[in-house]
């Protein structure tokens, strides 16, 4: 899949898991493989996580979000974040096995850590008889820092200061 060739297609796939398989049936290469070199070839803010189980077997993620401050990057063989369609999916077997797909939100918090609780869509996919889970992570928009700061802001003029 040379650059060259990728990214026009890119631009025009849309976003997520659809974008890839859409991308993976032009290419006729994998939903792996073409799930990598989307988040290598992405502008957009998006990772993708490969899962067996509760655990992470290796995740990318794209130039752009590998750029965000205040995030933690995960780890290979850290156990899944408990409170996402990931976690949830990989508990039956079955779903990998049989390919089920499930599109669901999520949380930037979730998955990288930080202070921010920001909503992100999150799309698995069964990857069969290869064992594992494709978790495309995307539509993360954080907000500009000036609008962070502005919400802070308000946060703090509104909360009750009390006299000692």
Not at 8 to 34: Q, V, Y
Not at 61 to 67: G, R, T, V, Y
Not at 144 to 162: A, G, K, V
């Amino acid at each position: 899949m040379p650059r060259h060739l990728f990214f026009p297609a890119l631009e025009r796939a849309g976003n997520g898991l659809a974008a890839i398989e859409a991308l993976a049936a032009l290419c006729k290469t994998s939903l792996h493989a073409t799930a990598i070199r989307y988040t290598q070839c992405t502008r957009e803010l998006m990772a993708i996580v490969v899962s067996r189980g509760g655990i992470i077997d290796h995740w990318f993620m794209s130039e752009s979000l590998k750029q965000l401050d205040r995030i933690d990057w995960m780890k290979k063989r850290e156990g899944l974040p408990r409170n996402t369609a990931t976690f949830t999916f990989n508990q039956i077997p079955t779903n990998t096995l049989h390919g089920v797909r499930v599109q669901d939100t999520s949380n930037l918090q979730q998955w990288f850590g930080g202070k921010r609780s920001i909503e992100i869509s999150e799309d698995v996919v069964g990857l069969g008889r290869y064992g594992k889970t494709l978790t495309v992570l995307y539509n993360i928009d954080v907000p500009e820092p000036e609008e962070e700061e502005d919400e802070q802001s308000l946060i703090d003029s509104w909360t009750p200061r009390f006299k000692q």
